[in-house]
């Protein structure tokens, strides 16, 4: 059983760039949901997408997007990049209502 | 709105002592989980041990167990016989269901950070 994984470790962006970051799921796991968790915080939910659909949303605005692929991986876009995106992104899949697991997150530097 | 609060930013520990980590949360749902999760400076984050509200009972993993009082909503987490690879950020997680879209997630709390002391 592979677990949950996510590219890439880290990166670096400009201002109002675009980013798009990847999510595989665990095996056997329908469910995706993206966190960003700033320095010295708690993670923060952005969404959730169940079964290729997006499930719910948190307090984000519509410049973060996502996508579900058949294969349940899924990416998260970013759109007109600002300083304050700067912060760890963490996937974790599940089963819709069980625990979820956590890939190791994507670093993304906004300068 | 659903709140988890977690109230010691730093712990410290010897090796090979017992520590309790706090943590307090409000809801008005009767039906939930509630989490711990490590996190290393490797930034992954491991579940520890969860538990169930409707679960008199305190859950135990190995080292690692709960006190879960549901009236006072405290679900504090008790490490015994700590190591040195327990040193870690330790969040506090509430799983929110909300009927309206079906989504599952998890609230998190700021987090304690624990270091065990050689």
């Known amino acids: 059983e592979t677990g949950v994984t996510q590219s890439p470790t880290h990166l670096i962006k400009t201002r109002g760039q675009q980013v798009t970051l990847r999510c595989s799921s665990q095996s056997g796991h329908n469910t995706v949901s993206w966190y960003q968790q700033a320095l010295g915080q708690g993670p923060q939910f952005i969404f959730q997408?169940?079964?290729?659909?997006?499930?719910g949303r948190g307090n984000f605005p519509p410049r973060f997007s996502g996508l579900q692929f058949p294969n349940y991986s899924s990416e998260l876009n970013v759109n007109a990049l600002e300083l304050d995106d700067s912060a760890l992104y963490l996937c974790a899949s599940s089963l819709l209502r069980d625990e979820q697991y956590f890939g190791p997150g994507t670093r993304l530097t906004v300068t | 709105a659903q709140t988890v609060t977690q109230s010691q930013p730093e712990m410290s520990v010897q090796e090979a002592e017992t520590v309790t980590l706090s943590c307090t949360y409000d809801t008005s749902e009767n039906n939930y989980y509630l989490f711990w999760y490590k996190q290393p400076p490797s930034r992954q984050m491991i579940l520890v041990i969860r538990?169930?509200?409707?679960?008199?009972q305190n859950a135990t993993e190995n080292r690692f167990s709960v006190n879960f009082q549901k009236a006072a909503k405290s679900f504090s987490l008790k490490i015994s016989d700590s190591q040195l690879g327990d040193t870690a950020m330790y969040f506090c997680?509430?799983?929110?269901?909300?009927?309206?879209?079906?989504?599952?997630?998890?609230?998190f709390g700021t987090g304690t950070r624990l270091k065990v002391l050689a």
């Open positions: 997408y169940y079964r290729e659909e997006e499930n």
């Open positions: 538990q169930e509200a409707y679960k008199q």
């Open positions: 997680a509430f799983m929110k269901h909300e009927f309206t879209s079906g989504t599952y997630k998890y609230i």
